[in-house]
């Protein structure tokens, strides 16, 4: 009893010292353990006793609130955590005067001595607590990772004054049970404070990586605080509720943690509960969704965890409440961007979640579902003015439609849903395909896959067009979804659309430089091409001997071969798709991964075929196989060789060859000069010759399989076939091919093989130049004898042109014939066959040269101009095997190729050119600028053949880009073929921009001399064949004279694209050449403006100037490029690197403008002396350049108010005057009526006066006065200004500094023009 006395005193002496010093001054840690220990007896007459001592000594029980809130809110950590102990102690105690301890300043003192406790490291009492903290990184830090700190209390200072965690779980503890003695409803600010706290304490604990008493139990005292909370002893329940949630959103809404998982946990477990029992907490917590999906962010993951969140409250409500939510998403789709872009994502887990969606389980109606005015909002917001709502939006939808084809039921509805928007569906696909983002267009291609699963119909013909082109994106993700999307219609549909189309567009990826797309195309075409051969083959050797008597061969064909087999091996054929055929098959066969099951289902295939026609009795001559059957035979043969019968192949063999040689079966020269007149004859030779040639490549193939006998016997054929020089052009090679093969495959050894090859070559050489040199003697002899007879007799001239021209047939066949053995054999002897064909290509020139040499005076090109084209295409390949006779030759195929008038010729000359370049790069690179003379050339089949042909040199570096080739690269830019200008487009805007980034900005200035054909300019000194050549490729208006527009519309779009590929820096770069190279040039006099092509680049660079490729924006850069691919950009160092070249751009158009301006004063003043019509457009250019670069022209019109008077006049002048010439050009002033003469002189002034008023104003709008007639400080929308004294004062007594510096304030509109 003594002790307890003693401690009683000390408390009470140590108050009344305490408070006689300092009421704020905080209660000694001593004093506060007396106190806790004292308070730990729960004695109720010990604590009768303090409290009834305290009046003794003249204090009362309100005096211990002020020093133990001191001690809570200055303390050290420890001792404000035992002065909240003892504080919450107190109002516990038994007989405590709460009503009087109890105070909501120092229960504000008490939550704020909690969280301070939250924001220090924790540390164990008793040999130190070991605790895990994860410390944030901070800016010049280091990263570190989660270090175990184990420290004892004698290791931390006083200031730090460490604590034992156990005492806060203690503090909070006390904290629950004082909630169940004091209610807050009186006190609502102390209610708010505390459920903010306590809905901190998780996320604060986390931070400091607190592990007293475990998380779980920290979280779980938290429960039960807000728990005791939301009862209504504290207030309004709906009030509370509502506070309590809005406390807990930025838990709910933050990353993965266990804070948010207590936030979630609780909102389930208590306040759903509550809600039941309670209307106030039910609309607070069906409000809680709408508040989360309003404060979510923009950024993918938060979105995310938004959603996630939102749908775990959602699945919880009743269904009415989720579909009155569902209605008030629909309603966000209309709203701002954030809620439109949560709201898609919303729609998507709505549709995926909720039952009823379609009322496909009930017996409601589609058009009344809730899920269908979800489906229309997601339908809408595809449209979305936002790329990344319609990504999302078209990426959901293609989900959407995932998730319902699982289920028949929902399948069938979604079907008739959307059936009835089929067209407006294809109408959005089209458009969204071709979208100028790219993750729009990878979205859009993804719901096309789906739709293609989910309707049983055709595809759209556009929409397959657009997924074609989509192969082609320069984007890697673009190209694989349009891959995707293509091959999921082409195994959905078989019709002939689908497989031209999808032949079209994946084979031709095999050359992709993305090899994992070379592997997926190799995957499609054996799973969908060969696999789908393979089934139909094996498949129809079974059904061939089918009666369908009634049905046409056709179509009984057709009904062998399901799946539309016939028509895809038919454009297999096609010549755009059989070198990538190729290219896959030889990338197949070397992988190991053909079958040789397609092998002999395409025998199969053969074999039906021919079946079926001898069925119904028809002449065989007239039969072909299946188009394509033996061209994919020829191809895989070549890696399954075993899997070909060759009781097969010496079958047709000889069924192909009979015909032909037994003469029923004439080839195409024969049945042309015999005047054939059966079409399906002459139809079937050319299947019959192309089949000829695959079957060859198939024998040489299998040749390794072959009897030796059969070899020998087939060997020798074949060399009879070709001596007799009779065969179509496309047999030959395949003849010379396949005897090389089975020579080299038949012999001992190399050498041998060698040696057998060249005896038969120089056997064909023989014959083959005896057959030219006595054609070359029958012309020489007929051109002799003609010259005696005029006029020539008609009886025995017409048999000896019916020899010649037998003979003719014979004697092409055999050059082409010469140049397929040099191609196989490049060693040959070939001193005969040179000057035979100098002699046919050199045939009736004149020179002096060529009168001494033997030939024909008559010119072989006039009588006989398919041997003149066949003999340049065979001296070209013996130019190849032959490195000296290139060298004297190429120089005549430059000569012959600017000269010639024969399309083919010229088209055959570009190409050997092409080879020339390849192999003899240093003879041909002087030509080069001969050649591009080609990209101007009158037929469109030679333009497109350079421009293929030199786009690949330029790509392998044969040649550089460098003098005139890239200008004359433009004009394919503006050609008039569609198909040119889309390969240059793509050449310029993807392969140019990333193998020459700069080549633009340097050229451009020169482009537009170049197409304007001006050579006016004192600094540009061209020779005249340059400038020959230079007008050739111009696009001037003395070539499209009486159509000046037509021809400046195609400059500017040449140079917009050329705009396009620049980098910001390059387009300020370029603004400034154009002023300083051309419009200082024309105000200096150094280009002659009084000329007409001078005039011409004058204008287009005004209308350069005006364009608004040429403006800086914030979406230009490589940023943005680097960015599209991705639905949103998150990357902070990316936005500061942005920020920082925003500003630096901003600088330099300022200093750009500044010494801009002065030169459009100079020049316009030159061009209003002159009189020029130009000063129109100097004067449109300068108005949109006042309007684009305000900003900075601000700053140079302040300091010369003159100038901005002169240009404001300047401008409502031409205003003025444009706005009387469009009245005047009006069809009720053009009316020449004498009655209405009066009223239209009084309409003209009055629209004179409109017009003059209109100028004004635009004029004004454009330039604004900046230092004249300065507006009111009340009408100016700017911030408030404070004035040195304290309180209000009036707008007269703000000093004049201040006035000044808002009168010449900078306008902070934006630069861009809306």
């Not at 004279?1041 to 400046?1048: A, F, I, L, P, Q």
């Amino acid at each position: 009893m003594e002790e307890e006395d003693a401690t009683i005193s000390r408390i009470i002496t140590d108050l009344e010292e305490t408070l006689n010093q300092n009421p704020t001054t905080p209660i000694s840690h001593s004093t506060l353990q007396d106190l806790q220990s004292l308070l730990n007896t729960n004695d109720p007459d010990l604590i009768f006793r303090f409290f009834d001592q305290l009046p003794s000594k003249g204090l009362s029980v309100s005096s211990l609130i002020h020093p133990i809130s001191s001690a809570m809110d200055g303390g050290p950590t420890n001792l404000s955590l035992l002065a909240s102990k003892v504080y919450l102690s107190l109002l516990l105690s038994p007989n405590s005067p709460v009503f009087t301890l109890f105070t909501p300043m120092a229960f504000l003192s008490l939550l704020r001595s909690i969280r301070r406790a939250l924001k220090r490291p924790q540390h164990g009492a008793n040999g130190g607590t070991r605790l895990t903290v994860t410390r944030k990184r901070k800016r010049g830090e280091k990263a570190r990772g989660s270090k175990d700190i184990t420290r004892s209390l004698n290791e931390f200072n006083e200031e730090e004054s460490e604590y034992d965690g156990r005492t806060l779980l203690i503090v909070l503890e006390k904290l629950e049970s004082v909630m169940g003695l004091i209610y807050l409803n009186r006190f609502p600010d102390s209610l708010k404070s505390l459920i903010q706290m306590v809905a901190e304490i998780p996320v604060l604990s986390l931070e400091m990586g607190a592990s007293f008493g475990g998380y779980s139990g920290l979280t779980d005292l938290c429960s039960r605080i807000l728990s005791r909370l939301l009862r209504s002893e504290h207030g309004d329940m709906a009030s509370t509720a509502a506070e309590v949630l809005k406390s807990l959103t930025p838990l709910i809404l933050m990353g993965k943690s266990q804070a948010r998982t207590f936030a979630l946990g609780f909102l389930r477990g208590k306040m759903m509960g509550l809600a039941k029992e309670s209307d106030g907490v039910k609309k607070a917590v069906m409000n809680l969704p709408k508040y989360l999906a309003n404060k979510a962010q923009e950024k993918a993951e938060p979105r995310g965890l938004a959603v996630e969140a939102i749908m775990e409250i959602v699945k919880a409500m009743e269904f009415k409440d989720q579909v009155g939510f569902a209605e008030y998403t629909v309603k966000m789709c209309q709203g701002k961007p954030n809620l439109r872009l949560i709201a898609v994502d919303l729609i998507l887990m709505l549709m995926m979640s909720l039952r009823d969606r379609l009322c496909v389980d009930s017996d409601g109606k589609v058009e009344d579902s809730w899920g269908l005015s979800c489906l229309e909002a997601l339908i809408q917001r595809c449209s979305d003015s936002s790329a990344a709502i319609r990504a999302r939006a078209l990426s959901n939808l293609a989900q959407l439609v995932g998730e319902f084809m699982s289920n028949e039921k929902n399948r069938e509805v979604l079907k008739k849903v959307m059936g009835f928007r089929e067209g407006e569906m294809n109408t959005l696909l089209r458009i969204r395909c071709m979208d100028e983002k790219a993750a729009v267009r990878k979205a859009a291609l993804m719901l096309v896959t789906k739709f293609t699963g989910l309707f049983g119909g055709s595809v759209d013909g556009v929409v397959l067009k657009t997924l074609g082109i989509s192969c082609s994106d320069p984007l890697v993700s673009i190209r694989k979804a349009a891959i995707s999307a293509i091959s999921e219609a082409f195994r959905t549909f078989s019709d002939e659309s689908v497989t031209a189309e999808w032949l079209h567009s994946v084979p031709c990826l095999i050359t992709d430089n993305e090899t994992s797309i070379q592997e997926e195309c190799e995957k499609l075409f054996l799973e969908l091409v060969l696999d789908r051969v393979s089934r139909a083959g094996s498949s129809g050797s079974t059904l061939h001997d089918s009666n369908v008597k009634e049905k046409s061969i056709e179509k009984e064909i057709k009904l062998l071969f399901p799946e539309g087999v016939l028509g895809l091996l038919k454009e297999i054929c096609n010549g755009e798709v059989t070198p990538w055929v190729k290219k896959i098959c030889t990338s197949l066969g070397k992988k190991k991964r053909l079958k040789p099951k397609i092998a002999i289902a395409l025998q199969n295939v053969i074999r039906s075929s021919e079946s079926i026609w001898l069925k119904h009795s028809m002449a065989i001559e007239k039969w072909t196989a299946p188009a394509g059957a033996w061209f994919l035979l020829s191809e895989v043969s070549a890696y399954l060789p075993k899997a070909v019968d060759w009781e097969f192949l010496h079958h047709h063999w000889q069924l192909l060859d009979k015909y032909e040689a037994g003469g029923d079966f004439k080839s195409p020269l024969a049945s042309r000069d015999e005047q054939e007149d059966e079409e399906g004859i002459v139809s079937s030779s050319v299947s019959w010759a192309g089949d000829r040639v695959c079957l060859l490549q198939t024998i040489s193939n299998v040749s390794v399989e072959l009897p030796p006998e059969a070899a020998a016997d087939l060997a020798h054929n074949l060399l009879k076939r070709i001596e007799g020089f009779n065969m179509h052009t496309t047999e030959v090679n395949a003849h010379v091919k396949a005897l090389r093969t089975l020579c080299r495959q038949k012999a001992l050894n190399a050498t041998e093989a060698d040696m057998l090859v060249l005896k038969w070559v120089h056997q064909l050489l023989s014959k083959a130049s005896q057959i030219l040199e006595k054609f070359i003697s029958e012309i020489s002899e007929a051109n002799k004898d003609s010259s005696f007879f005029t006029p020539p007799r008609s009886g025995r001239e017409g048999k000896k042109a019916m020899a010649v021209s037998r003979s003719l047939s014979e004697v092409v066949t055999a050059v082409y014939t010469i140049g397929s053995v040099v191609i196989v054999c490049p060693t040959a002897d070939m001193s005969s066959i040179v000057p035979l064909l100098y002699t046919i290509i050199t045939s009736g020139n004149s020179g002096p040269n060529l009168n001494k040499l033997p030939g024909p005076s008559v010119s072989i090109k006039q009588i006989a101009p398919s041997l003149y084209i066949q003999a340049w295409l065979t001296l070209g390949k013996l130019c190849l095997a032959d490195g000296k006779l290139a060298k004297s030759y190429i120089p005549l195929f430059v000569q012959e190729l600017e000269k010639s008038d024969c399309v083919a010729l010229r088209n055959n000359i570009v190409v050997m050119m092409a080879d020339f370049c390849v192999r003899y790069t240093a003879l041909v690179d002087c030509y080069i600028a001969k050649i591009t003379m080609c990209l101007r050339d009158s037929c469109e089949l030679v333009r497109r053949q350079t421009f293929i042909l030199l786009s690949r040199l330029l790509q392998r570096d044969y040649v550089k880009w460098r003098g005139v080739l890239f200008l004359r690269f433009l004009l394919s830019l503006v050609d008039e073929s569609e198909k040119i200008r889309q390969l240059a487009d793509y050449l310029f805007g993807n392969i140019l921009k990333a193998k020459a980034p700069l080549l633009a900005y340097n050229s451009f200035v020169e482009a537009i001399f170049v197409l304007n054909d001006c050579h006016v300019h004192n600094g540009l000194n061209d020779s005249r064949g340059l400038q020959t050549e230079h007008r050739l490729f111009s696009i001037s208006i003395t070539l499209f004279r009486g159509n000046d527009e037509k021809s400046r519309s195609k400059r500017m779009h040449i140079y917009v694209s050329l705009l396009k590929q620049m980098a910001p820096e390059h387009l300020l770069a370029t603004f400034a050449k154009l002023c300083a190279e051309i419009l200082a040039a024309a105000s200096d006099g150094m280009l002659n403006i009084e000329d007409a092509t001078g005039q011409s680049v004058l204008q287009d660079a005004f209308q350069i100037l005006a364009c608004k490729e040429i403006r800086i924006t914030a979406t230009r850069g490589s940023a943005s490029d680097a960015g599209e691919i991705e639905e949103e950009a998150g990357d902070a160092g990316a936005s500061s690197a942005a920020a920082k070249g925003r500003a630096i751009t901003q600088a330099v158009r300022k200093g750009l403008i500044q010494n801009t301006i002065p030169i459009f004063i100079e020049l316009k003043r030159l061009l209003e002396s002159k009189n020029s019509p130009l000063s129109g457009s100097l004067m449109e250019c300068l108005r949109i350049l006042l309007k684009d670069y305000k900003n900075e022209i601000d700053d140079i019109l302040v300091a010369d108010r003159q100038l901005q008077k002169e240009l404001t006049y300047d401008m409502q002048k031409y205003e003025s005057a444009k706005a009387a010439a469009a009245v005047a050009t009006s069809p009720a002033l053009s009316k020449g009526h004498s009655s209405l003469a009066k009223n239209l002189q009084t309409d003209s002034r009055m629209a004179s006066a409109m017009a003059n008023a209109a100028a004004a104003a635009t004029a004004r709008s454009v330039l604004k006065e900046v230092n004249t007639q300065t507006p009111p400080l009340s009408a100016m929308s700017v911030p408030k200004l404070k004035t040195a004294q304290r309180g209000t004062a009036a707008r007269n007594d703000r000093p004049l500094h201040v006035l000044e510096s808002l009168r010449s304030r900078k306008s902070f509109d934006s630069d861009e023009e809306n």
